[in-house]
């Protein structure tokens, strides 16, 4: 029985081997179901939107294969599995958020697979990693911003933060905007937790009021934050809400109405609504809009589809879509032009240096105020 | 803490307190009858909030129409979940009819991911139940912070008479004692207990649609959080007890609020000063506050 079941496994390697030369495979490891899934759904239209404009390298066609993750950092890496011993894949897209991407990063890592991050900020996912890569700049320089903006721009001295303690990205940026925020000469008045799953904030929200800042930071995803500040509006909040990155998403709106009036976050550099656009980001934005007429174009499609146009540059750099080839041509990856800035990785830093935006909330509409050069 | 910070919390503890309560009552009802973790509750608490969801947001229907909807369908689904899936395993061993029960509850999870979509939802609370209103300079409730725990407490009041001062209740008092012997005396058992689920069911779906109501989202999963909280309260109440549930609810959402507003540093911990606190009950007294000794458990 054993030896049959060997040999069994041994004709399904085979023919899975040598289907795969016929199409080059993209892994997308997504999230589409679970608390993350308007961002991530975002991030994979994005890269569809890529695959449409770029459909075939080396006269092969490109295919993404998607798997959910459900917004889970188990089912992460079992999707980043399955991608790449299943289906074969010749390069992977990452899950939205950073600690789902570590997850997936460590099967990619160990598989010789190289991930591409999209909107994943933390900056130990691609730490002491050969395969891994993000398209997005880090939250050292996310957390510096948002600090620099709030004390210096928006003249704020008193900080309250909110932080998820079970998200690796909540606790990244929020350590990074202390640590600015005071060394700037401001002050944390409060500084509490919750963990993720929570749907009450009250109790916290209450101290907070209680304390008085000027500015309450909350590096939640965008379902959570919105959530948060409805509860503050209800308990007569005045302080001004300011995020991250993942709160970027239109669901923002929609989940929290009038409570989210007069939010801001830092985000990628991206907003149709933006004054100034580098010619990718128009022909993106063009393109979107020709593609998903109903929805505005976004910062998290964006992302994925940064994240899609990086790989497909590197295959075809490379001239061969080997797994190993497509890592080596990409750590060489200089100055390629992308949606949200120029994008350069080295060997020592996989992450690229971006500039950062600042969103505003206005009349229910997303409003692009500012730009954060690193 | 200033008193007006202490009123905020109460108010805030007593409303998600009486929420863990009232989805406590479903499991403590089956649990009390059949000896049975019904863990399919939490995820029927989901569909009740995904019909009033639908019935008030995608199909514009009134709030009080799209509540009656969601009662009666989150009944139908509870009624089916007991004719489907526990009835025929009645005279199965236990464990076998809990293995059941968590097989449901992945049916109804998976099946609202495919039905409805993964994708989170918001609800849009109607505006009076939601402006906030200014108590003192410091204190700000909204009306639905009140009404959820007036609505709760109303709830188990005509529960408990309904076990309590109706025959049919006589009769779930008198299957959770010994299911035969009521058999022998006439009552139609499975009727009965038909009864019970539809009655938990119906109070799974209006915690449903208080909890989407003052949390405004639904998802497929959403029923899995609040309802480990509350099996958690009902066991800590003393399961198979109406009231030790929505006792058992009520301190689990005090000690929530009051560890964060007592120690805010330390708010990172809220969930482990609530089970501390339940494993020092439990050790104390093994049945729960108001649990009765049983002679058999799972």
Redesign the interface.
Same mark, same amino acid.
Not at chain 2, 117 to 120: D, E, K, N, R, S
């Given at each position: 029985m054993k030896k049959f079941f060997a040999a069994l496994c041994l004709v399904v390697l085979a023919c899975s081997a040598s289907f795969a030369a016929d199409t080059i495979k993209i892994g997308v490891v997504a999230t589409v179901t679970g608390q993350n899934a308007f961002g991530g759904q975002l991030e994979l239209e994005g890269m569809q939107l890529a695959n449409s404009l770029y459909p075939e390298a080396l006269g092969k066609k490109i295919e993404l294969v998607v798997v959910d993750n459900k917004s889970d950092k188990v089912e992460s890496a079992t999707a980043a599995t399955r991608l790449i011993e299943n289906d074969k894949v010749n390069a992977l897209i990452g899950p939205y958020g950073s600690g789902p991407t570590m997850a997936a990063g460590e099967v990619a890592e160990v598989a010789e697979v190289v991930l591409m991050g999209t909107a994943c900020t933390n900056p130990l996912v691609t730490e002491g990693k050969k395969f891994i890569y993000r398209a997005c700049f880090i939250d050292p320089f996310q957390g510096e911003a948002a600090a620099n903006y709030s004390y210096n721009k928006l003249g704020y001295k008193k900080a309250a933060v909110l932080t998820d303690v079970a998200s690796d990205y909540a606790v990244g940026l929020a350590s990074f905007f202390k640590s600015n925020f005071t060394k700037l000469g401001g002050e944390i008045v409060s500084d509490l937790k919750y963990q993720s799953g929570d749907t009450d904030f009250t109790a916290q929200l209450t101290e907070i009021i209680n304390k008085a800042p000027d500015v309450i930071f909350i590096p939640a995803y965008f379902a959570e934050g919105a959530i948060i500040m409805k509860q503050g509006y209800e308990m007569g909040n005045k302080a001004r809400f300011m995020g991250g990155d993942a709160m970027d998403n239109p669901e923002v709106v929609t989940l929290g109405g009038s409570a989210v009036e007069g939010f801001m976050h830092t985000t990628f550099a991206y907003d149709p609504s933006m004054p100034e656009m580098n010619t990718e980001a128009k022909a993106f934005t063009e393109a979107w809009v020709k593609k998903y007429a109903d929805k505005a174009p976004n910062a998290n499609a964006a992302m994925g589809y940064d994240a899609y146009v990086l790989i497909y540059q590197a295959i075809l750099r490379a001239n061969s879509a080997d797994p190993k080839a497509i890592r080596d041509e990409l750590e060489k990856t200089t100055n390629v032009a992308t949606v949200t800035g120029m994008t350069s990785f080295t060997t020592e830093s996989h992450d690229p240096v971006k500039d950062a935006g600042v969103v505003e909330i206005k009349g229910g509409k997303k409003l692009y105020v500012d730009t954060i050069k690193p | 803490m #200033?008193l007006n910070?202490f009123i905020? *919390?109460f108010f *805030? +503890?007593l409303g &998600?307190g009486a929420l863990y309560g009232l989805i406590a009552v479903g499991y403590t009802m089956v649990y009390g009858i059949l000896r049975l973790i019904n863990f399919a509750h939490g995820d029927i608490f989901m569909l009740g909030a995904y019909f009033v969801f639908f019935a008030t947001i995608q199909f514009k229907l009134p709030w009080g129409v799209g509540v009656v909807i969601a009662i009666i369908g989150a009944t139908v689904v509870g009624l089916l979940v007991d004719r489907i899936a526990y009835r025929p395993l009645r005279a199965a061993p236990r464990i076998s009819a809990l293995i059941s029960a968590i097989g449901v509850s992945f049916f109804l999870e998976n099946l609202a991911?495919v039905v409805f979509? %993964?994708?989170?939802r918001?609800v849009?609370q109607p505006d009076w139940l939601?402006s906030?209103i200014?108590m003192s300079e /410091?204190v #700000? &409730? $909204?009306p639905l +912070?009140l009404i959820v725990p007036f609505v709760s407490f109303a709830l188990i009041g005509a529960l408990l008479w309904i076990v309590y001062k109706t025959k049919p209740g006589l009769a779930m008092r008198s299957i959770s004692h010994d299911i035969e012997t009521t058999r022998l005396m006439g009552v139609s058992v499975d009727r009965i207990i038909a009864l019970t689920f539809a009655l938990g069911s119906a109070l799974a779906a209006l915690a449903g649609i208080m909890?989407a109501l003052r949390?405004?989202?639904v /998802?497929?999963?959403m029923g899995i959080?609040?309802g480990f909280k509350a099996f958690i309260a009902a066991v800590f109440g003393g399961i198979g007890s109406i009231p030790g549930a929505m006792i058992g609810g009520l301190t689990l959402g005090f000690v /929530? $609020?009051?560890s $964060?507003?007592f120690f805010? *540093?330390m #708010? %990172?911990y809220?969930?482990a000063f609530a089970f501390i606190l339940l494993i020092v009950i439990l050790l104390v007294k093994p049945t729960g506050l108001m649990g009765e000794r049983m002679e058999e458990k799972i």
């Open positions: - | #200033s910070m905020q *919390n *805030n +503890a &998600l991911v979509t %993964g994708m989170p918001a849009i939601v906030p200014k /410091e #700000s &409730l $909204i +912070a909890w949390y405004p989202r /998802e497929p999963f959080f609040p /929530e $609020i009051m $964060i507003a805010p *540093n #708010s %990172g809220k969930d």
